[in-house]
């Protein structure tokens, strides 16, 4: 009997072996099948990635085309805006350069007087400079610097900001203006030229513009205006670029 018995417990431990083997084998395939499953949805996800990257390649390939043609677009439109530009500006400096003549030759009938050697004559040698920020040569002039290269020449020292400028000198009302007098604009003040007479002053507007006349009463910011003990200049006007004296003969 315990032969039996030990053989009955040998078939009872290898029927447990193998329900274990079983158990391992049905697990091991329930893996491979998770393991199957994980792979088919990686080479899912990979197909989508690559679809994905080859829109996103194609869609940026457009944007550049299309980022390629609105800068050609750009490009040639601001080519067109320079040349209207430089054509406007001929066209102004043209007309200006005719008011000028048309001004000073009956400067006496306006109540303009450009006295030899005055400030007036000075400024007016620097008609149609180029306004440049900053700038205080004839190279290129902003307003201040245009006050300031002028005066100079007649033994007055300026700042170069036109609110210093309106600090200095003697206060004059509008009806007592005189050639030669400084007029400011603007609250604060940011802006300055030179009274000429009969209604008209020179000055260097702004980027874009040159030294240029024009009219008092169409400025509506006004601010006031001084005078300063200048001397009469000694020589021609310093690197003139026209000669007041010749326009007014």
Same mark, same amino acid.
């Given at each position: 009997?315990?032969?039996?018995?030990?053989?009955?417990?040998?078939?009872?431990?290898?029927?447990?072996?193998?329900?274990?083997?079983?158990?391992?084998?049905?697990?091991?395939?329930?893996?491979?099948?998770?393991?199957?499953?994980?792979? +088919?949805?990686?080479?899912?996800?990979?197909?989508?990635?690559?679809?994905?990257?080859?829109?996103?390649?194609?869609?940026?390939?457009?944007? =550049?085309?299309?980022?390629?043609?609105?800068?050609? =677009?750009?490009? !040639? *439109?601001? /080519?067109?805006?320079?040349?209207?530009?430089?054509?406007?500006?001929?066209?102004?400096?043209? $007309?200006?350069?005719?008011?000028?003549? $048309?001004?000073?030759?009956?400067?006496?009938?306006?109540?303009?007087?450009?006295?030899?050697?005055?400030?007036?004559?000075?400024?007016?040698?620097?008609?149609?400079?180029?306004?440049?920020?900053?700038? $205080? /040569?004839? *190279? +290129?002039?902003?307003?201040?610097?245009?006050?300031? %290269?002028?005066?100079?020449?007649?033994?007055? $020292?300026?700042?170069?900001?036109?609110?210093?400028?309106?600090?200095?000198?003697?206060?004059?009302?509008?009806?007592?203006?005189?050639?030669?007098?400084?007029?400011?604009?603007?609250?604060?003040?940011?802006?300055?030229? =030179?009274?000429?007479?009969?209604? %008209?002053?020179?000055?260097?507007?702004?980027? +874009?513009?040159?030294?240029?006349?024009?009219?008092?009463? *169409?400025?509506?910011?006004? !601010? +006031?205006?001084?005078?300063?003990?200048?001397?009469?200049?000694?020589?021609?006007?310093?690197?003139?670029?026209?000669?007041?004296?010749?326009?007014?003969?």
């Amino acid at each position: 009997s315990k032969s039996v018995g030990d053989f009955v417990a040998r078939v009872k431990f290898l029927n447990t072996i193998g329900i274990r083997d079983a158990d391992i084998a049905a697990s091991l395939q329930a893996q491979k099948d998770q393991l199957e499953q994980q792979v +088919g949805s990686l080479q899912n996800a990979k197909d989508t990635a690559e679809s994905l990257e080859f829109e996103l390649k194609a869609r940026q390939i457009e944007i =550049m085309l299309r980022i390629q043609e609105r800068q050609q =677009m750009l490009a !040639a *439109a601001q /080519t067109d805006l320079l040349q209207l530009l430089d054509t406007e500006a001929a066209r102004r400096q043209t $007309e200006e350069a005719a008011l000028l003549r $048309e001004i000073l030759s009956g400067a006496s009938a306006k109540g303009i007087t450009v006295e030899p050697g005055s400030p007036v004559e000075t400024a007016l040698a620097y008609h149609g400079v180029p306004y440049l920020w900053g700038g $205080e /040569t004839p *190279a +290129g002039f902003d307003c201040s610097g245009l006050i300031l %290269y002028v005066f100079r020449q007649h033994g007055v $020292e300026l700042p170069h900001y036109s609110g210093s400028q309106f600090l200095l000198g003697e206060k004059i009302a509008p009806a007592a203006l005189q050639p030669g007098d400084v007029v400011f604009f603007g609250s604060p003040i940011h802006h300055v030229g =030179m009274y000429i007479g009969g209604g %008209y002053f020179i000055h260097a507007p702004r980027t +874009g513009d040159f030294v240029k006349i024009s009219k008092l009463a *169409a400025r509506r910011d006004f !601010a +006031g205006a001084r005078r300063y003990p200048w001397q009469l200049r000694q020589g021609p006007p310093s690197n003139a670029v026209v000669d007041p004296s010749s326009v007014v003969r």
